[in-house]
Nanobody
Framework: QVQLQESGPGLVKPSQTLSLTCTVS??????????WSWIRQPPGKGLEWIGY???????YYSPSLKSRTSISRDTSKNQFTLQLSSVTPEDTAVYYC?????????WGQGTQVTVSS
């Protein structure tokens, strides 16, 4: 059974960098054909895809967030990390990590991140 768990600060100040880590158990993030994604849901809004890091290590980002986003991985820890720079209150959301093959089949429970001074 694959499990994903997000971790990181719940409160970030405006203009700072948000950093979240997703720890994966029950499966390797280097297994062929899987894409490891970050998705968020602002309060009262729908899900927004942020980006992914592929099994190969290549990353791809939402065009609207690309200039502020970086996704990396630590294969020795089976983790992947989201960094979102220059945050504003509009980045307040529940952040999820998820695995994608032909669909999103496994999700983390989500972590609330609030951007506020």
């Amino acid at each position: 059974q694959v499990q994903l768990q997000e971790s990181g600060p719940g409160l970030v100040k405006p203009s700072q960098t948000l950093s979240l880590t997703c720890t994966v158990s029950g499966g390797s993030i280097t297994t062929n054909d899987y894409y490891w994604s970050w998705i968020r849901q602002p309060p009262g809004k729908g899900l927004e895809w942020i980006g992914y890091i592929a099994y190969s290590g290549s990353a791809y980002y939402s065009p609207s967030l690309k200039s502020r986003t970086s996704i990396s991985r630590d294969t020795s820890k089976n983790q992947f990390t989201l960094q979102l720079s220059s945050v504003t209150p509009e980045d307040t959301a529940v952040y999820y990590c998820a695995r994608f093959l032909s669909d999103y089949d496994y999700w983390g429970q989500g972590t609330q991140v609030t951007v506020s001074s």
